[in-house]
C-alpha cells in the first residue's frame, strides 16, 4: 500500500481548534520522522512541524510555534497535529510526509507524501 492517509481537516472559525491525524499504512512510521506542511493557493509549500522517531524531537516553524502541537503514536502508526488559535492565515492544504530519522522541516527530505487534507479557518 505504502500510503499516508491525513484525517480531521475541516472548517473551522477563528480562535477554533482541531486535531489532524496522519496514518500510515503498508510501512512502518517507528523510523521515520514526520513532518507536516501546508501549501496555501498561490503560496509555497510551508513546513510547519516535525517529530523525530521516539518523539524527543518535536519542531516547529515560526509561524505556527505555540500554537501548534506534534505528537505521535507509534504503536497506531500514527501522528497528529494538535492546531489551536487557529487564524485565518492558517487556510491550507495539510500534509504530512515521511522522512529521514533526521529531517526538520524541508521537504526535500521526505519522500512518503499523504494526499492533503483541507483546513479552512474563516467566520
Known amino acids: 500500500q505504502l500510503q499516508l492517509v491525513e484525517s480531521g481537516g475541516g472548517l473551522v472559525q477563528p480562535g477554533g481548534s482541531l486535531r489532524l491525524s496522519c496514518t500510515a499504512s503498508g510501512f512502518t512510521l517507528n523510523y521515520h520522522t514526520i513532518g507536516w506542511f501546508r501549501q496555501a493557493p498561490g503560496k509555497e509549500r510551508e513546513g510547519i512541524s516535525s517529530i523525530n522517531p521516539d518523539g524527543t524531537n518535536p519542531f516547529y516553524g515560526d509561524s505556527v510555534k505555540g500554537r501548534f502541537f506534534i505528537s505521535r503514536d507509534n504503536a497506531k502508526n500514527t501522528v497528529y497535529l494538535d492546531l489551536a488559535s487557529l487564524k485565518p492565515e492558517d487556510t491550507a492544504v495539510y500534509s504530512c510526509?515521511?522522512?529521514?530519522?533526521?529531517?526538520?522541516?524541508?521537504?526535500?527530505?521526505?519522500?512518503?507524501w499523504g494526499q492533503g487534507a483541507q483546513v479552512t479557518v474563516s467566520s
Open positions: 510526509a515521511a522522512g529521514g530519522p533526521t529531517a526538520t522541516l524541508s521537504s526535500d527530505e521526505y519522500h512518503y
